[in-house]
T-cell receptor, first 115, second 111 residues
Framework: AAGVIQSPRHLIKEKRETATLKCYPI?????VYWYQQGPGQDPQFLIS???????DKGSIPDRFSAQQFSDYHSELNMSSLELGDSALYFC??????????????FGPGTRLTVL | SQQGEEDPQALSIQEGENATMNCSYK?????LQWYRQNSGRGLVHLIL?????REKHSGRLRVTLDTSKKSSSLLITASRAADTASYFC???????????FGKGNQVVVIP
């Protein structure tokens, strides 16, 4: 079965640079979520989109922005990178937010290292 | 603040033994989910239990949910070396699909 695809898998950036992470949800899933997991930490919710509209916002820095496109893929844009942004970034997808409970399936993550 | 919080545990068990880990949370939830993560890799969904369910099984996994105590437990029976991983519980609230993760439990299964 198709899974959530994230690219790139690894990314190394310098401080103050920008980064763009991409997420391709499971086909027919209409909701995308982004989570950040720092070293030794639990994942923290950043933001989610349902049918290309932002549906929820968590602890996402103002330096970060995200969107979901017409083909349902999503991109997380990160600017003015800081050392503390080094983390594993997960994308997850699920079907039909309006139906309530549904399993979120996670991608393999993008490991961002800021030097 | 996090919804799901496991009792911080680092379990080290022999292959074939059972492993139990617990999770507590603070507010009303729609469901609780358990995920496995191998050494900083992806999160693999294990099982979802809804707020109106008390117990659920999936293969060697057994999950219980006690909404009165706001707690859940995950039991892995007949553990295998491949079960070595970190296990997270995550809660989802009504009307809000974000997952709130707790601290992971590190489980090491010794062959």
């Amino acid at each position: 079965a198709a899974g959530v695809i994230q690219s790139p898998r690894h990314l190394i950036k310098e401080k103050r640079e920008t980064a763009t992470l991409k997420c391709y949800p499971i086909p027919r899933h209409d909701t995308v979520y982004w989570y950040q997991q720092g070293p030794g930490q639990d994942p923290q919710f950043l933001i989610s989109f349902y049918e290309k509209m932002q549906s929820d916002k968590g602890s996402i820095p103002d330096r970060f922005s995200a969107q979901q496109f017409s083909d349902y893929h999503s991109e997380l844009n990160m600017s003015s990178l800081e050392l503390g942004d080094s983390a594993l970034y997960f994308c997850a997808s699920s079907l039909a937010l309006y139906k309530g409970t549904d399993t979120q399936y996670f991608g393999p993550g993008t490991r961002l290292t800021v030097l | 603040s996090q919804q799901g919080e496991e009792d911080p545990q680092a379990l080290s068990i022999q292959e074939g033994e059972n492993a139990t880990m617990n999770c507590s949370y603070k507010t009303s939830i729609n469901n609780l989910q358990w995920y496995r993560q191998n050494s900083g890799r992806g999160l693999v969904h294990l099982i979802l239990i809804r707020s109106n369910e008390r117990e659920k099984h999936s293969g060697r996994l057994r999950v219980t949910l006690d909404t009165s105590k706001k707690s859940s437990s995950l039991l892995i029976t007949a553990s295998r070396a491949a079960d070595t991983a970190s296990y997270f519980c995550a809660t989802e609230r009504y009307g809000n699909n974000r997952l709130a993760f707790g601290k992971g439990n590190q489980v090491v299964v010794i062959p």
